[in-house]
C-alpha cells in the first residue's frame, strides 16, 4: 500500500530544506522519506509561491502571511550563512599563506567563478595570475647567510654584513646587493643613530614614552617586531608581539609578504586576551599605519615609537628571534611553509611555557 504524507509533513521537511542548515539527503532519511520524494515537494512549494498572489480571500492571505514568515526565516538563515562566510574567510586568511591560498584556486571550476573563489579566499583575482621569478639558489643563500649574521651580529650594517660574509663565509655579495636584500628582508643594523626608519610621511609618528620606565607588571608595556624566516626555497615573515615584564609571547603571525595584514592579525589576537598601557614599536610603515594604531588607541592603549638613540628598546623580542632561530629555525632548516609555522607554534609554547629565562630568576614567562 503507498503511504501518504500529510500537508503539514511535507510543509515541515520542505522547510528543513529550505533553511540549509543540513543536506536534503539527511533530512529524506532521518524521516524515511525517498530523496526523491523531497526534491520534488520542494519544486511543488518553489514553484506554487505565486499562488499566494492569485487569491485574496482570508485563506489565502493567512497562507500568505504564513509564507512570508518562512521567507523571513530564509532571510535570517541567508544573514547566518553569510555570516559563516565572513567568519571562514577570516580563517582561512589567517591560518594559511598567500600561496597556500592561491593553490587551492580551481581555475576550471564550474560552479564558482575565479573571481568567486578569489574572494571567498581573500585574495586579489590579478595575483592569481603574476608568476613571480623563482629564486635562485644563490639568492636563498644571500637571504640565508645575511639572516644568521644578523642574528648572531644585529649590530652589523649593511657594509660590515658585506665584508663578513665574504671573510667568514667566503661567499661573494656586493654592498649594494647586500643592502637591497636586507631592506627586502626588513631588517636594518641595531645601534644608536639617527632614525631611519621608514615610516610613511604621512602617517602620524607618536612620541617615545618610556624613557627611565620598567615594566612593573604584566600588561604594562608590549612591544611588536617583525623578522625574517628562512625556508629552503623560500621564506617567511614572522610578526609577534611580547609582554615586557614576562617575556611572554602573547599572540604571533607568518605570512610570505610584508603586507599589513598579518600584522594587524597578531595584535588582534594579543588584543582578544588583555590590553597593554603602552605599546611600543619601531617607526616603520606597519606601526605609523592608522591601521594598526586604530588598534590600540581604540582599546585604551597608549602608542610609544622608538625614536633617536632609542635603538635597544626592542631587545626583549630580539632576544627571543636569536632564541627561536638559534634553538630552532637554523637547527631544522624547515622546508615548506607549513612545517615551519608547525614549528614556529610548537617553539612559542616550549618558549612561553617550559624554557627558563636567566633573566626571569630562571622561571618560564608563563609562570611570571
Given amino acids: 500500500m503507498r503511504k501518504t504524507y500529510s500537508s503539514e509533513f ?18 529524506a ?10 526534491t520534488r515537494w520542494k519544486s511543488e512549494a518553489a514553484n ?16 500568505a502571511k504564513q509564507y512570508e514568515a518562512q521567507i523571513e526565516e530564509l532571510y535570517t538563515q541567508i544573514g547566518k550563512l553569510t555570516a559563516q562566510y565572513e567568519w571562514m574567510k577570516k580563517k582561512l586568511e589567517s591560518n594559511f599563506l598567500r600561496k597556500e591560498r592561491i593553490s587551492m584556486v580551481d581555475f576550471n571550476d564550474s560552479v564558482f567563478s575565479v573571481s568567486a573563489q578569489a574572494g571567498m579566499l581573500g585574495l586579489n583575482r590579478t595575483s592569481l595570475y603574476y608568476k613571480p621569478r623563482p629564486s635562485s639558489e644563490w639568492d636563498l643563500q644571500l637571504n640565508r647567510l645575511i639572516d644568521i649574521t644578523y642574528t648572531k651580529h644585529p649590530e652589523f650594517g649593511y657594509r660590515r654584513i658585506t665584508a663578513w660574509l665574504e671573510n667568514y663565509y667566503g661567499f661573494h655579495a656586493d654592498k649594494k646587493t647586500v643592502l637591497s636584500r636586507m631592506q627586502a628582508m626588513g631588517i636594518q643594523a641595531v645601534y644608536p643613530r639617527q632614525c631611519t626608519s621608514k615610516a610613511n610621511p604621512a602617517n602620524k609618528v607618536y612620541p617615545y614614552l618610556l624613557s627611565g620606565v620598567q615594566a612593573s607588571c604584566p600588561d604594562h608595556i608590549w612591544s611588536i617586531d617583525i623578522t625574517y624566516i628562512p625556508i629552503q626555497k623560500s621564506w617567511l ?18 605570512d610570505d609578504t610584508l603586507e599589513i595584514t598579518f600584522v594587524l592579525d597578531a595584535c588582534k589576537k594579543a588584543l582578544g586576551n588583555s590590553v597593554p598601557e603602552i605599546m611600543n614599536s619601531d617607526q616603520g610603515s606597519h606601526f605609523t599605519s592608522p591601521r594598526y594604531t586604530e588598534l590600540f588607541t581604540k582599546a585604551g592603549a597608549k602608542i610609544s615609537m622608538d ?10 623580542i630580539e632576544r627571543f628571534w636569536r632564541s627561536l632561530k638559534y634553538e630552532d629555525i637554523y637547527l631544522k632548516d624547515y622546508q615548506y611553509p607549513r612545517e615551519a609555522r608547525k614549528g614556529i607554534r610548537e617553539y612559542i609554547e616550549f618558549y612561553n611555557n617550559e624554557r627558563p629565562h636567566q633573566s626571569l630568576g630562571y622561571k618560564t614567562p608563563s609562570h611570571v
Fill in 48 to 63: 506554487n509561491l505565486h499562488v499566494l498572489f492569485e487569491n485574496e480571500n482570508a485563506k489565502m492571505r493567512k497562507q
Fill in 29 to 38: 532519511s532521518e524521516n524515511n522519506v525517498h530523496p526523491n520524494m523531497l
Fill in 10 to 27: 511535507k510543509a515541515k521537511l520542505v522547510m528543513e530544506v529550505f533553511k540549509g542548515e543540513r543536506l536534503l539527503n539527511e533530512i
Fill in 307 to 316: 625614536h633617536r638613540g632609542r635603538a635597544y628598546d626592542n631587545i626583549f
Fill in 237 to 254: 615573515y614572522l610578526a609577534a608581539v611580547v609582554d615586557w615584564y614576562s617575556r611572554f609571547i602573547l599572540a604571533w603571525e607568518v
